[in-house]
């Protein structure tokens, strides 16, 4: 497993990153705890939160978890601050009085005294980059943060955020993290070369497809209680007949190579160009484990002609910009 550059970090992380999206919400504390620990142990070197994971809660558990386990200063610590909630007026999260304030509220909740890579969650529409990037730079000069990412940003605004910073001597963003998966391949058509020309990070999320690549939906009717769509209704779009159908194919590919549906899902992911390491959120340990499982495979010519006919590049056949704010495009 060779790790790989974090954008122009002069960082290196592992190529997975553990998501901490569940912890809190509905994965236990100590399960959570265990989660972390069989990570770090099994070779992964980054984690990523955000402020919103479980109202907090996420941030607590990983802060606890690292500081138990003494291991903080080993791994590349991520969270996120900008997801917009409440009824409070547009604009509110990516102003600088809020992106101050939570991020000392996640530098209390994570029990650090620097955030490794501070990304912003989503893009405003109302703000000026130029205001949320001098927010980013504020924090940056203070020690608080090491550096600046953004996520699930269109391609134009990441292009907008560097030239601004540029020109305004600020912190600059260092990673994307969009979603990416193989019902989900638009952000190769211009997101991608633009990070490889300016040489950013990329940090998928959602690389399982929300768990349909993992075959846990039989069909658009029959949504599992215990899985994501059921317990985040907003995400039940992205459960499409076509998707399945994608899953249903992946999962026989899977079978020839000795590999599960979610870890081929998983291979072509870290696997494909410009990925720095995809986001995998476990539920449980076994979930984890899966996972790990791939961290020395890699995607064969073969298996990747096959995905590439089954959702050919720069396409979709399911929308996973749906909650984005910005996408406006429906996929059924």
């Not at 909630?85 to 809020?98: L, N």
């Not at 605004?157 to 030239?163: F, P, S």
């Not at 039940?236 to 599960?260: F, K, M, N, S």
């Not at 476990?282 to 006919?309: F, H, I, S, W, Y």
Request: proline letters at 7%; one cysteine or more; hydrophobic letters at 40%.
């Amino acid at each position: 497993m060779e790790p790989r550059a974090l954008g122009p970090t002069g960082l290196r992380v592992s190529p997975l990153c553990l998501g901490a999206m569940n912890f809190g919400d509905p994965t236990e504390p100590a399960e959570s705890a265990r989660i972390i620990d069989a990570a770090l142990a099994g070779g992964i070197t980054m984690i990523d939160t955000a402020d919103v994971y479980a109202g907090g809660r996420s941030e607590e558990l990983v802060g606890d978890a690292l500081a138990a386990n003494g291991r903080r200063d080993d791994i590349v610590l991520a969270t996120k601050v900008g997801m917009p909630r409440s009824d409070a007026p547009p604009g509110t999260w990516h102003r600088r009085d809020h992106i101050v304030q939570s991020c000392d509220t996640s530098l209390r909740r994570l029990r650090t005294d620097h955030i490794d890579l501070y990304q912003l969650h989503r893009p405003s529409s109302v703000v000026p980059q130029a205001e949320t990037l001098a927010a980013f730079d504020e924090l940056v000069q203070a020690g608080k943060v090491r550096h600046v990412g953004c996520s699930t940003h269109p391609a134009w605004m990441v292009m907008e955020a560097l030239a601004v910073a540029a020109r305004d001597g600020r912190a600059s963003y260092a990673t994307e993290q969009p979603p990416y998966n193989l019902l989900d391949r638009r952000v190769e058509n211009e997101l991608l070369p633009l990070c490889r020309a300016h040489g950013l990070g990329v940090l998928p999320w959602s690389p399982l497809g929300g768990g349909v690549l993992a075959g846990r939906y039989p069909d658009t009717e029959h949504i599992p209680e215990d899985s994501r769509a059921a317990r985040r209704p907003q995400l039940r779009a992205r459960v499409t007949a076509r998707g399945i159908e994608v899953a249903r194919q992946l999962a026989a590919l899977a079978r020839d190579r000795g590999l599960t549906p979610s870890q081929l899902a998983l291979v072509w992911v870290k696997d494909q160009p410009d990925v720095t390491a995809p986001i995998v959120g476990p539920r449980t340990l076994g979930q984890l484990e899966e996972a790990l499982g791939v961290l020395d495979v890699a995607l064969d010519d073969d298996a990747r002609a096959a995905c590439d006919e089954l959702v050919h590049p720069g396409n979709a056949v399911a929308d996973f910009y749906n909650t984005s704010g910005w996408m406006r495009e429906r996929i059924v």
